[in-house]
């Protein structure tokens, strides 16, 4: 059976975000029937908006306690997003973050996916090493899901919209 629900989890800092979007690219490549989510907080959603609908068919946006603060609006909404989450029935997910992420773990194995990639005890991947680039850890966690070796680019992509006289990202 082939991959046809794929979420990429990215739920970290901005400046890790910018750096996972070469791997993103490549999911798409390589999957490119497939539907693709990317899961982002509510604060970098803003940031990878544009990458919709070249890159990711969706993104997957919750608030983190920590922002919201906690109360029952809140709670409520974590679990409506948990079961949303689960209820995709995603074949494939990749934690694209350089590391060990607690929270990023919780969520993958939260979906029910069968295959999760990423660094660390139980996960399906390669070995971390310290010291690397993010760019570098979010690619090969995306190139080991694609059955790909190659490095990664030298070049962030990101597409840039324009508005009157100004420029956005």
């Not at 934690?95 to 990423?118: H, K």
């Not at 995306?142 to 420029?167: H, L, M």
Request: net charge positive; with cysteine.
């Amino acid at each position: 059976a082939g991959i046809a629900r794929v979420l990429l989890v990215r739920n970290d800092n901005i400046g890790d975000l910018v750096c996972s979007i070469p791997a993103i690219q490549l999911v798409r490549r390589e999957f490119p029937a497939a539907r693709l989510d990317l899961l982002v907080n509510s604060y970098n959603a803003p940031v990878v908006a544009p990458l919709v609908p070249q890159w990711v068919d969706r993104l997957v946006v919750y608030r983190k306690t920590k922002h919201a603060g906690w109360s029952l609006r809140q709670g409520g909404h974590l679990a409506a997003f948990y079961f949303r989450l689960r209820s995709v029935r995603y074949d494939l997910v990749i934690l694209l973050g350089g590391g060990f992420a607690r929270q990023a773990r919780a969520l993958a194995r939260w979906t029910g996916a069968p295959r999760v990639i990423g660094y660390g005890v139980g996960m399906e991947g390669p070995p971390f090493e310290e010291g690397r680039h993010e760019v570098e850890y979010s690619w090969e966690l995306a190139a080991w899901a694609c059955g790909r070796k190659e490095p990664p680019p030298t070049e962030i992509q990101y597409p840039i919209r324009t508005a009157g006289t100004r420029v956005g990202i």
